[in-house]
């Protein structure tokens, strides 16, 4: 054991440090679930893939570095450090990109992943169907396989950012009779395709962070499957892998949030100390977060060594949306009369963007399988209590 | 950056959960709660056999020379069977101790205290009363600021009933006359130095404790059946134990943390043993909790075994430091201008 970083990591944290000063933007962004945010984050994506900066565990054949998994938690360490824009097509990049080098031909990765990595094609993830949400085998939408040509009719929702998404991956059943997880197949579809209806949904902002698609007779050619006819439930599970969790949901960006938690503690500690609660909730999330970081590392260390992830990668959805939504609920605690407000309120100078968070730490215990899911898969497949 | 274990250190976990295992049954813990001192001389031997009396002691004194990171597995070991010999204080806390005392009291003591002829206790006024000092060869007594070397004779004991039957702890009278062997500014890095060290291996038996209760209701609600089924099937029970289980998962690597800290005498352990402790006393306080409520009224009952781990991790929680205690420290740390925090900062 020894937890320190090597130069040649320090010389890594030193050089994206840099360049995310020279080159981060100076104001925010637009959030991406308006047309001009969105236009704004695409355009950051080919900056940040220009500097070669994009997907850095990516191999450099692609415009990575080839980063292992400690260099990727110091790349997002001094990405979030440095406030640097949210990642528009994280659906594509830390999700797809993985699953495509993993199950893709030559030809689909050399078509998808360079488009990708450059924000031209910003992808969507269409896996829930108003009837397929946690039960997410019980997938109705239809793709029917004529000649080359997969015919696809059917509707997906909560499908995040697909408003000015260009493609969506999705699972599809390609086997009429068969049932739950078996005959699904993963394909990837254009967006602009004829037949495909995008429905905004507007979240609890207000703004169409998510849609719903609905697919008239869509069709696609047979080259955009990925992996075999009937085998996309096993390429979807490979998405939703301990690695890809940790490209998704990297430690710094709670310890950024706890770290900010503690300034706003402090910038309003007359009247937050007159709640024990409050001060209590802000060491917690402190440890949280830390805690967080520590257990991530230490498992990056593990896997690196050639260890194997165990079921207790299962733990990790429920720990970071918990503590995303308690240090939210902590700094509206915090903010008093002014937490309701929004940011552009005349009356809300300094709220900052607590509120988006608040809003979006409501998400997290929700999305990516929910935590009751997340439980029930702890306690059969970790704990091995019956089903 | 590299945090895991050696595969001789994960080798050695393996051979000391297999050895406590098998002997350190329920059947024989009961079996001490009615002896006069609790303790069990020939299992000490069987500890020193195995080289853990001797772990931490210096090659040069008859030991094995390892330090915090080597034992803090073990530890968590001695917690899943709720050891009662005093393993963790005389191996963790009382040798590094004697080692920074130095002089003729460490010559002379540490290769009895590696062959395990003596057991070495430390006992720190902030603990209220001292762990295992009825049997203690030499008791390391802080007190007053000063730290004492004491051997029988040199200090009367009064037990204090704990709630956990496997615990002895004691009033110590010390006899007048008796000469400190640190003062001042020395005494009191000795004794912060010392409270990390208990904490740290408070909070590795608290992940060992938290896994056997976890164990244990694994197999009660596999075994319970109401409605025509296990219990365990049903979510409400299976939620319980998953929500143990995400806090165990997550105080594990704070404690690894803090072992190295400690074995690096690192400017930071005392935050890393704060952050061990309060993560894997928590823990262990809901394995406890959630454990009892799916044993339903088994739990509550003194024949079934859950209460020896469940009254061992209340105990644990509130000594070497007790939850406010250790939370203050945190919040020195977190609350001070120019304080290290946020992403990156974890390991500066």
């Known amino acids: 054991m020894q937890l320190a970083f090597t130069e040649q990591q320090q010389a890594f944290r030193q050089e994206i440090r840099e360049w995310l000063a020279a080159n981060a933007p100076a104001e925010p962004l637009k959030t991406f679930d308006t047309e001009e945010g969105f236009q704004q984050h695409r355009e950051w994506e080919a900056v940040l893939n220009?500097?070669?900066?994009?997907?850095?565990?990516?191999?450099?054949?692609?415009g990575g570095r080839g980063c292992d998994l400690i260099e990727w938690l110091i790349f997002e360490e001094e990405y979030y450090r440095a406030r640097a824009p949210l990642r528009v097509n994280q659906n594509g990049i830390f999700l797809l990109g993985p699953t495509l080098m993993e199950y893709g031909t030559e030809e689909q990765k050399a078509r998808f992943l360079p488009a990708m990595a450059e924000g031209r094609d910003v992808w969507a993830q269409g896996w829930s169907e108003p009837g397929a949400g946690s039960d997410m085998a019980a997938i109705r939408s239809t793709a029917h396989l004529q000649g080359d040509k997969?015919?696809?009719?059917?509707?997906?929702?909560?499908?995040?950012?697909?408003?000015?998404?260009?493609?969506?991956?999705?699972?599809?059943?390609?086997?009429?009779?068969?049932?739950?997880?078996r005959g699904l197949t993963f394909i990837l579809v254009p967006l602009n395709t004829p037949g495909i209806t995008v429905r905004p949904i507007p979240q609890l902002d207000g703004l169409p962070g998510?849609?719903?698609?609905?697919?008239?007779?869509?069709?696609?050619?047979?080259?955009?499957?990925?992996?075999d006819d009937g085998a996309g439930w096993a390429v979807a599970m490979a998405t939703a892998g301990f690695e890809r969790g940790l490209m998704l949901r990297s430690p710094a960006r709670f310890q950024e949030t706890a770290r900010r938690l503690v300034e706003l503690y402090r910038e309003n500690e007359a009247t937050a100390s007159q709640d024990p609660h409050i001060r209590e909730a802000v060491i917690r999330a402190y440890l949280d977060a830390e805690s967080y970081c520590l257990s991530t590392y230490q498992t990056a260390c593990r896997l690196s060594q050639g260890g194997k992830i165990g079921a207790e990668s299962s733990t990790n959805k429920i720990f970071w949306s918990e503590l995303d939504q308690n240090m939210h609920a902590t700094a509206m605690s915090i903010l008093g009369a002014r937490a309701e407000l929004l940011p552009h309120a005349p009356a809300a100078k300094g709220v900052g963007s607590w509120l988006d968070g608040w809003l979006f730490s409501q998400s997290g215990p929700i999305y990516a399988g929910t935590n009751e899911i997340q439980r029930n898969i702890i306690a059969e497949r970790m704990l091995g209590m019956p089903r | 950056m590299d945090f895991?274990?050696?595969?001789?250190q994960l080798l050695f976990q393996d051979s000391v959960r297999g050895f406590l295992v098998n002997e350190i049954t329920p059947e024989r813990l009961r079996a001490g709660w009615d002896t006069d001192t609790g303790r069990d001389p020939a299992l000490w031997q069987q500890l020193a056999e195995m080289g853990l009396t001797g772990l931490?002691?210096?090659?040069?004194?008859g030991g094995l020379g390892m330090d915090a990171v080597d034992f803090v597995l073990l530890a968590q070991e001695c917690g899943y069977v709720a050891l009662p010999e005093p393993l963790v204080n005389h191996a963790l806390v009382a040798v590094p101790l004697l080692q920074d005392l130095g002089g003729e009291l460490a010559a002379h003591w540490l290769p009895l205290a590696a062959s395990g002829e003596a057991r070495v206790i430390v006992a720190l006024e902030q603990n209220l009363l001292a762990e295992d000092a009825h049997v203690a060869d030499l008791l390391l007594l802080e007190r007053g600021g000063e730290w004492f070397a004491l051997t029988q004779g040199q200090f009367s004991c009064e037990h204090s009933e704990s709630v956990d039957p496997g615990r002895r702890l004691f009033t110590v009278t010390v006899q007048a006359g008796a000469t400190p062997v640190a003062t001042g500014a020395a005494a009191a890095a000795l004794r912060a130095a010392s409270l990390n060290r208990g904490a740290l291996g408070c909070a590795a038996q608290a992940l060992g404790l938290a896994q056997r209760m976890i164990d244990l209701s694994v197999q009660y609600t596999a075994e319970r059946k109401q409605f025509g089924k296990p219990i365990g099937s049903f979510q409400a029970v299976k939620h319980h134990m998953a929500n143990v289980a995400v806090r165990l998962e997550y105080a594990k690597a704070p404690v690894h943390r803090a072992a190295f800290e400690v074995a690096e005498n690192a400017a930071g352990a005392s935050l890393a043993v704060a952050q061990a402790k309060l993560m894997a006393c928590e823990?262990?306080?809901?394995?406890?909790?959630?454990?009892i409520q799916v044993h339903g009224a088994m739990g509550y009952t003194w024949e079934v075994d859950l209460h020896i781990f469940m009254k061992k991790a209340w105990a644990l929680a509130n000594t070497w430091g007790d939850a406010g205690w250790h939370k203050q420290q945190v919040a020195t740390a977190i609350f001070a201008d120019g304080a290290a925090l946020g992403a990156g900062a974890t390991f500066q």
Not at chain 1, 157 to 179: I, K, N, Q, Y
Not at chain 2, 56 to 61: K, L, S
């Open chain 1, 210 to 227: 998510f849609a719903e698609i609905f697919f008239d007779n869509v069709e696609v050619d047979v080259s955009n499957r990925l992996g």
């Open chain 2, 56 to 61: 931490t002691v210096p090659e040069e004194h």
């Open chain 1, 150 to 181: 997969y015919i696809i009719n059917g509707q997906k929702t909560w499908s995040t950012r697909a408003v000015w998404a260009d493609w969506l991956f999705g699972m599809f059943r390609t086997d009429p009779g068969s049932e739950r997880h």
């Open chain 1, 50 to 62: 220009h500097g070669r900066w994009g997907m850095v565990t990516w191999p450099e054949a692609l």
């Open chain 2, 283 to 291: 823990a262990a306080n809901l394995a406890a909790k959630n454990s």
């Open chain 2, 4 to 8: 895991t274990f050696s595969e001789d």
